[in-house]
């Protein structure tokens, strides 16, 4: 059934040897290839630095390192927002928050004259499906269109402060998408998603002992979002062992998930699914380990720890295995180059572009990444990242100069911040915001939203 629907831009045995992916793909006398799969691995909450492959010095994920050497990794990859909704929008619909219009603390849901990647993908004749976290992706939130099925875990405890129990985790999410995957036949696309890293930080205690052995401090072995909250405003004074405690917390809880990602790969491969398989690993915004003011904290600032996130992409044959694109690319580009590589056409509505040039080598062009926070009203939000320069909330960071953004600058350059300013309002002005429509969201996801300080 599914084969029969599928409809190619041109023959895939054609396709495959003119892409530019075709270095490293058999020659024009292979047998032709199916039709690629894409699997799409969110790791909510996942700053990139904390990454053994961007550089972390902790042994956090031995698996998405691997991945990475088979893959391409984009070394600058920039998250549109610090929020999870906003941000998982403009991956999966190539708009800007401005444009898509989704927001949790608006009430408003994904706008239905956005297309999709899953609906693209599902109008090509693919089998689609998201097992995730709910939440801010709960399907009264609208990112459950275009796909057949879409199933959000609920945490065990029926409590507000969710978020803990084995449903919540990365490894349940790969499961039951390994069930999903055996039950279909042609094509597939598959969502994955978990928050098990966002805080409340609940470690495995043997994944824990692995990033510390000494810690004598006062703050438990389980972070819980009211103690961070405490922390946060000041209440219960830390220390930087307590700080790096927590850290420690969140790096163990990401070498849970990174083990749940080498049992998907050791599965695709199992089925012979590996090399006709795209595998993404993405997440929609970073963490706060007190670079500011805050510990265990996000989508409250637009600065680096909580924008730039990892993105690895492992290819059909593992074409471009081990390539690092140091540009810096944005969310909105991801869903263009993952169809672009599906040989099938993007909606004109996307505004993103296919990296695939860049990743084969090719000069590109320097696009800003316009970002957001996701507030009621946001007066001060204007947000706009190029390679160089960040301008935020009224202030301007050099990045040559100082990465981690400490030095505003905004005074002594004024010509940046006007350049910056107007370059930021023809972006958002390119186009008309998406038709607005409010959620009508179940009450206990509210409660969890409030719960976790997303909604007053
Ligand atoms: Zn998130």
Redesign the pocket.
């Known amino acids: 059934m599914r084969a029969a629907r599928f409809r190619p831009r041109r023959s895939l045995a054609v396709a495959l040897s003119i892409a530019w992916l075709g270095a490293g793909c058999g020659g024009p006398s292979d047998e032709p290839r199916p039709p690629p799969n894409l699997v799409l691995v969110s790791i ?2 996942l700053r990139a630095d904390h990454l053994g492959t961007y550089g972390y010095p902790w042994p956090t994920t031995p698996a998405i390192d691997r991945l990475a050497r088979d893959g391409v990794l984009f070394r600058t990859f920039v998250s549109h927002s610090p ?2 909704l906003p ?1 998982h929008a403009s991956l999966l619909t190539s708009l800007l928050p401005h444009h898509h219009s989704a927001s949790v603390p608006k009430g408003l849901m994904v706008s239905p004259r956005v297309p999709t990647l899953a609906e693209v993908l599902r109008e090509a004749g693919y089998a689609t499906a998201s097992f995730n976290g709910g939440i ?1 992706l709960d399907a009264s939130f609208g990112l459950d269109r275009g796909f057949d099925t879409y199933e959000s875990s609920r945490s065990a405890e029926d409590r507000p402060e969710t978020l803990v129990g084995p449903e919540t985790k990365l490894s349940h999410a790969v499961r039951r998408g390994m069930e999903w995957i055996e039950s279909v036949d042609g094509p597939f696309f598959v969502f994955l998603h978990s928050y098990e890293i ?1 805080h409340p930080y609940t470690p495995d205690p043997r994944w824990l002992d692995v990033f510390e052995s000494d810690y004598r401090g006062l703050v438990p072995d389980s972070v819980s979002v009211q103690l961070l909250k405490q922390i946060n405003r000041g209440a219960r004074p830390v220390t930087w062992a307590d700080i790096r405690h927590i850290a420690a917390t969140y790096d163990a809880e990401l070498r849970s998930s990174d083990r749940a990602l080498r049992d998907l790969v050791a599965f695709l491969k199992e089925r012979s699914l590996w090399d006709d398989t795209i595998v993404v690993l993405v997440s ?2 970073g963490e706060e380990f007190a670079e500011r003011k805050s510990v265990g904290w996000h989508s409250h600032t637009l600065f680096d720890e909580l924008l730039l996130v990892p993105a690895v992409v492992k290819f059909p044959t593992s074409a471009h295995a081990g390539r690092i694109v140091r540009e810096q690319v944005r969310g909105i580009d991801l869903a263009p180059t993952l169809l672009a590589a599906l040989e099938l056409e993007a909606p004109p509505q996307f505004s993103g572009r296919d990296l695939g040039p860049l990743v084969a080598g090719q000069p590109a062009s320097d696009l800003p990444a316009v970002g957001r926070r996701d507030k009621k009203s946001d007066p001060d939000s204007l947000g706009i990242r190029t390679g160089r320069w960040k301008l935020h909330n009224e202030q301007l960071f050099d990045l040559a100069r100082d990465p981690r953004e400490t030095v505003n600058v905004a005074a002594q350059l004024p010509h940046v911040v006007e350049e910056l300013s107007t370059r930021h309002r023809e972006i958002v002005e390119a186009r008309a915001p998406a038709a607005t429509v409010g959620t009508d969201t179940p009450a206990e996801v509210i409660e969890q939203l409030r719960a976790l300080g997303y909604v007053d």
């Open positions: 909510d909450t929020s999870t941000a801010q966002h929609d915004h």
